[in-house]
């Protein structure tokens, strides 16, 4: 069955980075476009980024620009969302999803998040 | 870009039918048919219920059901239950600047 597996809580001071991993199985890793959404503690779903199927191409929500990298291994099945400049707001459990697409923009399947603390 | 518009919150009684809304605008959703509703369990990870605005995945009661209007999007849950209380999310593509735009999110109670 497909199944996206993200690594566990982290924990950073402020300016730090943060690399959240997300490892497919179960359907073929390199025919899908994966995203990263991201939900502060008691708030809502935020949109953070998506990545196409051979890592070549990323498209950043505006807030999170010269901050957000995304990369993809294809020999791994895994997807990385690297974040810099940690602030408190920062703060959040982050996903990774699976888009059903291409283009469709939805997200059939979604890892069981990760959640980052940024605290001094 | 700005989040969609829910309503905070939505009530029903068991077998009622409750309907929340999504307000966006022409450059999200007024211009695609690419609205999507998830629903969220607390402490679990959303799960899709809705997509291209009325499509229901396999595996989704046909109690849940979606629709399009103009700027509007909404998602109907008819003969509620009380494992539909949750919060609702509703997302829609925004261009390929924008990409991708989430509701505020709508708690769902089942009284």
């Known amino acids: 069955q497909v199944q996206l597996v993200q690594s566990g809580a982290e924990v950073k001071k402020p300016g730090a980075s943060v690399k959240v991993s997300c490892k497919a199985s179960?359907?073929?890793?390199?025919?899908?476009?994966m995203h990263w959404v991201r939900q502060a503690p008691g708030q809502g779903l935020e949109w953070m980024g998506i990545?196409?199927?051979?890592?070549?191409?990323?498209t950043y929500a505006h807030k999170f620009h010269g901050r957000l990298t995304m990369t993809r291994d294809a020999s791994t099945s895994t997807v990385y969302m690297d974040l810099s400049s940690l602030r408190s707001e920062d703060t959040a459990l982050y996903f990774c999803?699976?888009?059903?697409?291409?283009?469709?923009?939805?997200?059939?399947?979604w890892g069981q998040g990760t959640l980052v603390t940024v605290s001094s | 870009q700005s989040a969609l518009t829910q309503p905070a919150s939505v009530s029903g009684s068991p077998g009622q039918s409750i309907t929340i809304s999504c307000t966006g605008t022409s450059s999200d959703v007024g211009s695609y048919n690419l609205v999507s509703w998830y629903q969220q369990h607390p402490g679990k990870a959303p799960k899709l219920m809705i997509y291209?605005?009325?499509k229901r995945p396999s595996g989704v009661s046909n109690r849940f059901s979606g629709s399009k209007s103009g700027n509007t999007a909404s998602l109907t849950i008819s003969g509620l239950q009380a494992e539909d209380e949750a919060d609702y999310y509703c997302?829609?593509?925004?261009?390929?600047?924008?990409?991708?735009?989430f509701g505020g999110g709508t708690k769902l109670t089942v009284l």
């Open positions: 291209e605005g009325s």
């Open positions: 990545i196409n199927p051979t890592g070549s191409s990323t």
């Open positions: 997302c829609s593509y925004a261009g390929s600047h924008s990409s991708v735009v």
């Open positions: 999803a699976r888009e059903n697409g291409p283009h469709l923009y939805y997200f059939d399947q």
């Open positions: 179960g359907y073929t890793f390199t025919s899908y476009y």
